[in-house]
């Protein structure tokens, strides 16, 4: 076994360093040499668009994540140079995510920016590392079921979370219940005009969502006039752009009010002007008593959050690059390395964790993205925005910007897996329900841990009890036997099961037992030892035992003990034959 | 699913309380009715055999347990009398065990007797639900390798916590380290006549060991003589009580000494003499300090112990069934049911935690015991030791005990295994290996749950990771397609996988697809996702992709979805026709 070890390190290594394996490794080598006017075009628009998503949104999301809203837009320009030259898939954004942020804000605990900084970081390097060591594989246990269900109880989380800022009232806690018990504690104080401005954003916001879809002029493409084609293009435009707008005017409310004195509804407040500075993630922290907390203390903070978080980062960006692949395979462990990279080059520049989003990859989508270049015009619009304009954000109404996160989550409930569930495969809906329920009962990772784990027992429960076909059966002259197919591996916690089954069936009948395994494709040393005893058993009973299409590799396995009697064959026309000469089993 | 749930219930509930499986968990009215006088003599002989190894063998397996040596004698009768009526295995001597006796004093951490007889009665609880519940399969994700590391790995410390005794010094720790480094501490402090009266002592009974195997007069058993026979059998005799004869010569040098003054060995003391109380396990204990310890900081002090030691007991006990059934099935619920009844009763008379006993079940057998009956002569002779032997037990020397324990549970370390499993699969080396160092660092259960985790992975990431063949086919009229095969199911953690290798190896050949569906017995709603992106993307690329061989019970999942496009036949012979016919695809 050391020496397979071994092997696998230098096989890996060797990979690792090959030129097709750089070229895989820097995607930028692949589409830059052949990027044309057209790509360029392309991605200028959707760059643009996308920056006028990204920047209400990350605003937004910091407070999701608990934190001063500047530090959204901190995390959402370094990442998007980053991605630009590692990233395999032209329609992720890189930035600030609903996800991605509820769960920053439920492992840092309210323990402010530096933990959240340092967090994006150790968090990137868990992805970089996921993706060097090969451990895709992992998130392949975040099951469909399971994945829904976080992502619907993450849509309601947030939505719970920004019911206060709505609302106008202060209220604390980080799981679904403890919210809702605090806000409804806090109920009395409910501000009017936050409430209506909030409610109102809402609903501007969901029918301006509409509009994408509302399309004036003949359905063939080719009979529209050009009028038809630039309303529809216009049309598009606003509706796809609704944030940025909304934002825009409520912020021109805020500041009308604001010059007549104090306005009826709370505003975002001050933003400091300029871009962060480039500096390393704080590994040590000085805490409001004067005392240093050092890295352990700061990462056992963290918990598993620092494992999950990273985790289901990774699966959002993977999930996104699935759905926008045209057929064509992903790289989900280049998507790894550069969806770490990229959080670990934020951590310079103070961001929190991030990931691709999915809400805005719908956007870079459609405006018609080409290649991970538009990234370059998000990030641009993001640093002029905190150039110029900070000093402007400060008049944004938080309801509105409350508005905005609701209007973009609530349709991450999905509902409409449930029905589909149900036809295919009612017993997912356990491992899903399950997920949702225990999501919103305790922290999202915590949530999401039982749903893998309830998944993980089936899987074992299925390799431990495998499905077993018993059926009576003559050969061609007529010699009755019993014929036994397991339906899959024989591993070890099934084998002790297949032997009692086989026993209790074979000294029942009292024929010579045939042993189907077709579809057996490995065994081990567990298997090799019961096999053996079973053989035994037959021999001391003096009833055949034959086994059929025992694949060579397994049958290695199972002489490794040198079992008595262990009688293979292949062909059904060989059973008469080897029952006469090896058994003396025959009829006239 | 809450309907599926309800049935099973039902289902279980019925089969529970039916007259035939009333029949089956109380074996003692299967045998009854045929019970004989030859019957009666096997059981006698052996039950009386047994008997004398037990009391010497539970004394010493008490101080293993770190409890007064009296515990051990507590629970060797009344197991044994209610195995009787409900024990399927007529071998299975019930009783104090070596590798019950560790875990005991690991999961107790010398808090006392109290709390040795608590865990009695749970582990008994833990064990009868395991069996009622059906929670059989759980032990079989014991495997073989885990088993044979955890086993060798009891039998060292077991070794090394004797070795105090022998050596007449005082040392503790719980794991193996913790020991030897203790008894390193202390090593100038050895007692030179414990030392050589312990050595002589394990010298002694591996000699008579040997004895078992000597016999005399001709090989063929008719061609002896009466002689030859009452030697050998009384050799044979002297062999197997080696305990017994070499505790009652060790205890009469004891008492010789002491008449003369103080022994120059250390003797085990006052054992109180007489019956224990029948009273219930206790539920609070009063704790030196005077404060009392309720139920829940008891348990609390067992930790995960509480759930490992019955697993590992219930993994001995139906390793005995296994190891004598000689070919018939085992009833593993039943086993359960029983140890667990049993260990329950032995609560109520103050015993530890015990188990069918591997090295007193060869002795069972080998005396030729009929019924589980045997185990009435076994209690009978333990309770006439506690009302009538008591004072003389006072004499026997500690390093004598230590001795016989020594001498019993050196050939536990299973060496012989390692080259049959590097034989059959070197891999399995890994947990086995794994389990081994693993209990030696930490406690014994620390180190099973390494092992299980280990292989516990690898089970997973097989179900992750299936072996896909990919041949380039030739159908009959001469059209090229892909075949693709996965070896086994395919659920959530493969699907994203195989997926991306269709894709990968269809956009290169682009020629028709066929997936080869034999060997998946199963698939769930993830699966039915990704096949319905995956027949999409196929349409959209215009090329066919075809299912070989699904099962109508995958196809009915698949189907839950809608998928567009999902082809399935069931023939060869049929691929033409499909391939001409619904995706115009032929040669001339």
């Given at each position: 076994m050391p020496s397979e070890v071994a092997a696998w390190a230098k096989a890996r290594a060797r990979k690792f360093f090959s030129m097709k394996t750089l070229r895989r490794r820097l995607p930028i080598t692949q589409w830059l040499p052949h990027y044309n006017k057209e790509d360029a075009v392309g991605d200028l628009v959707a760059g643009v668009t996308v920056g006028l998503t990204v920047i209400p949104q990350s605003l937004a999301y910091s407070s999701v994540a608990g934190i001063p809203p500047q530090y959204g837009l901190y995390g959402s320009f370094l990442g998007c140079f980053v991605y630009i030259l590692f990233g395999s898939c032209k329609d992720v954004p890189m930035g600030p995510t609903a996800?991605?942020?509820?769960?920053?804000?439920?492992?840092?605990?309210?323990?402010?920016?530096?933990?959240?900084?340092?967090?994006?970081?150790?968090?990137?390097?868990?992805?970089?590392?996921?993706?060097?060591?090969?451990?895709?594989?992992?998130?392949?246990?975040?099951?469909?079921?399971?994945?829904?269900?976080?992502?619907?109880?993450?849509?309601?989380?947030?939505?719970?979370?920004?019911?206060?800022?709505?609302?106008?009232?202060s209220a604390s806690g980080s799981t679904f219940t403890e919210m809702w018990g605090s806000v409804i504690e806090s109920i009395t104080e409910t501000r009017l005009w936050d409430t209506l401005l909030g409610c109102a954003c809402i609903a501007v916001l969901l029918l301006m969502r509409l509009l994408t879809m509302v399309e004036i002029g003949p359905k063939d493409d080719e009979k529209r006039s050009a009028f038809h084609n630039f309303v529809n293009k216009a049309v598009w435009l606003v509706a796809t752009a609704r944030n940025a707008i909304l934002v825009l005017a409520c912020g021109s409310l805020g500041y009308w009010f604001a010059l007549r004195g104090e306005p009826p509804f709370r505003l975002i407040g001050y933003i400091p002007p300029g871009l962060p500075t480039f500096q390393p993630p704080p590994f040590s922290v000085i805490k409001p008593d004067n005392t240093t907390a050092g890295f352990v203390e700061m990462v056992s903070t963290f918990g598993s959050g620092m494992l999950v978080l990273p985790l289901l980062s990774l699966l959002e960006d993977i999930a996104i690059c699935k759905a926008f692949s045209s057929g064509k395979p992903v790289d989900a462990t280049q998507e790894m390395i550069s969806v770490g990279l990229c959080n670990i080059a934020n951590s310079f520049v103070q961001a929190f964790p991030g990931s691709g989003s999915l809400s805005r990859s719908a956007v870079n989508n459609c405006s018609g993205v080409r290649t991970p270049l538009g990234g370059l015009y998000t990030g641009l619009l993001v640093i002029v925005a905190l150039v110029f304009f900070t000093p402007y954000f400060y008049y944004i109404p938080k309801a509105?910007?409350?508005?905005?996160?609701?209007?973009?989550?609530?349709?991450?409930?999905?509902?409409?897996?449930?029905?589909?569930?149900?036809?295919?495969?009612?017993?997912?809906?356990?491992?899903?329900?399950?997920?949702?329920?225990?999501?919103?009962?305790?922290?999202?990772?915590?949530?999401?841990?039982?749903?893998?784990?309830?998944?993980?027992?089936?899987?074992?429960?299925?390799?431990?009890?495998?499905?077993?076909?018993?059926?009576?059966?003559?050969?061609?002259?007529?010699?009755?036997?019993?014929?036994?197919?397991?339906?899959?591996?024989?591993?070890?916690?099934?084998?002790?099961?297949?032997?009692?089954?086989?026993?209790?069936?074979?000294?029942?009948?009292?024929?010579?037992?045939?042993?189907d395994c077709s579809h057996i494709y490995g065994a081990d040393f567990t298997t090799a030892g019961v096999v053996s005893n079973m053989t035994e058993d037959f021999i001391r009973r003096d009833q055949p035992l034959l086994f059929f299409n025992l694949k060579p590799g397994v049958v290695e396995v199972f002489e490794g003990l040198q079992p008595k009697g262990l009688v293979v064959y292949y062909s059904e026309d060989d059973l008469d034959t080897i029952l006469k000469e090896r058994f003396g089993v025959a009829t006239v």
């Open positions: 996800i991605v942020s509820l769960l920053t804000y439920q492992t840092v605990h309210d323990m402010g920016p530096q933990y959240a900084i340092l967090l994006c970081f150790l968090g990137g390097c868990v992805e970089l590392l996921m993706g060097l060591l090969g451990l895709g594989f992992l998130i392949d246990f975040v099951s469909g079921p399971v994945a829904s269900g976080f992502t619907s109880a993450v849509a309601l989380v947030i939505v719970t979370s920004q019911v206060k800022d709505v609302l106008g009232i509105t910007l409350a508005g905005v996160i609701i209007a973009a989550v609530v349709f991450m409930v999905e509902v409409r897996v449930v029905k589909p569930m149900w036809r295919t495969k009612k017993s997912d809906l356990i491992p899903g329900i399950g997920t949702f329920i225990s999501c919103l009962a305790f922290r999202i990772e915590i949530g999401v841990l039982v749903g893998v784990a309830i998944n993980v027992v089936s899987i074992l429960y299925q390799a431990a009890r495998p499905n077993i076909d018993v059926e009576k059966l003559t050969t061609r002259k007529g010699v009755d036997y019993l014929m036994v197919t397991p339906d899959r591996c024989l591993i070890f916690p099934s084998t002790a099961y297949v032997r009692n089954l086989v026993t209790k069936h074979g000294v029942k009948q009292g024929v010579p037992v045939v042993i």
